[in-house]
T-cell receptor
Framework: GDSVTQMEGPVTLSEEAFLTINCTYT??????LFWYVQYPGEGLQLLLK?????DKGSNKGFEATYRKETTSFHLEKGSVQVSDSAVYFC???????????????FGKGTLLTVNP | KAGVTQTPRYLIKTRGQQVTLSCSPI?????VSWYQQTPGQGLQFLFE???????NKGNFPGRFSGRQFSNSRSEMNVSTLELGDSALYLC????????????FGQGTRLTVV
C-alpha cells in the first residue's frame, strides 16, 4: 500500500535559519504530493502541492519539488520565522480509478519550533 | 466563502457511550472524508463519502460509522466508546476529483474517560 516517511523531529531552529524537512514515499500508482501545516489547536492547512514529476510547489517562502526518481518531496525554506512554528505533514493521494477514491496518506508529522 | 465547520469542538464522554460528530463541508464540495489524529498513530483515514455514498473506508472497527446527507453534510458515529478512541477527529472536504486540495475543519477533540 501507499506510505509516507518523513523526519519526525522535533526540529528546533533559530529565526532566519534554513529549513529542510525530508519526505519520501511509496505508492502503487502515480501520486499527487502535498505538504500540510497544523498550528496549535487548529486543523490542517494546505501549504503546497505538486501533481507530477519535476513540479515545484511553493507558498509563503516554502518550496518542495516532486522527485520521481528518488520518490521524494522535501520541504525547504530559506529563512524561517517564529510564526512558522507548527507541525508539518507530508501527504500523498493516488488515483487508481479516475478520481473515485479520495484518500490522503500522511506521514507522522514534524514539529518545527523556531526561536527568536 | 465559509470553510469546513465541525461541531462540537470539544467533547467528553464516558466509556461505553456513543458519540456523533458533525461536519459541514464548503459549499459545492461533494466529498467529505474523516481522519483520526492521535499522538501515537498520527493521522489515519476513517472513511470518505461522495454524494451520500461511502467510497472508501479505512481500517477501523465497525464501531466507527458515518453517513452523508443530500446537502453533503456528514456525520460520524462511534459506539461503545473506548479510552483509545480519545483523539482529534478531522473532517476534510473537496470537490471529489483527484488532485484537488482537501480543506480541513478545526476538528473535534474527543476525550473518553
Amino acid at each position: 500500500g501507499d506510505s509516507v516517511t518523513q523526519m519526525e523531529g522535533p526540529v528546533t531552529l533559530s529565526e532566519e535559519a534554513f529549513l529542510t524537512i525530508n519526505c519520501t514515499y511509496t505508492a502503487t500508482g502515480y501520486p499527487s504530493l502535498f505538504w500540510y501545516v497544523q498550528y496549535p489547536g487548529e486543523g490542517l492547512q494546505l501549504l503546497l502541492k505538486a501533481t507530477k514529476a519535476d513540479d515545484k510547489g511553493s507558498n509563503k517562502g516554502f518550496e518542495a519539488t516532486y522527485r520521481k526518481e528518488t520518490t521524494s518531496f522535501h520541504l525547504e525554506k530559506g529563512s524561517v520565522q517564529v510564526s512558522d512554528s507548527a507541525v508539518y505533514f507530508c501527504a500523498l493521494i493516488t488515483d487508481l480509478s479516475g478520481g473515485s477514491n479520495y484518500k490522503l496518506t500522511f506521514g507522522k508529522g514534524t514539529l518545527l519550533t523556531v526561536n527568536p | 466563502k465559509a470553510g469546513v465547520t465541525q461541531t462540537p469542538r470539544y467533547l467528553i464522554k464516558t466509556r461505553g457511550q456513543q458519540v456523533t460528530l458533525s461536519c459541514s463541508p464548503i459549499s459545492g464540495h461533494r466529498s467529505v472524508s474523516w481522519y483520526q489524529q492521535t499522538p501515537g498513530q498520527g493521522l489515519q483515514f476513517l472513511f470518505e463519502y461522495f454524494s451520500e455514498t461511502q467510497r472508501n473506508k479505512g481500517n477501523f472497527p465497525g464501531r466507527f460509522s458515518g453517513r452523508q446527507f443530500s446537502n453533503s453534510r456528514s456525520e460520524m458515529n462511534v459506539s461503545t466508546l473506548e479510552l483509545g478512541d480519545s483523539a482529534l477527529y478531522l473532517c476534510a472536504s473537496c470537490t471529489g476529483t483527484v488532485n484537488t486540495e482537501a480543506f480541513f475543519g478545526q476538528g473535534t477533540r474527543l476525550t473518553v474517560v
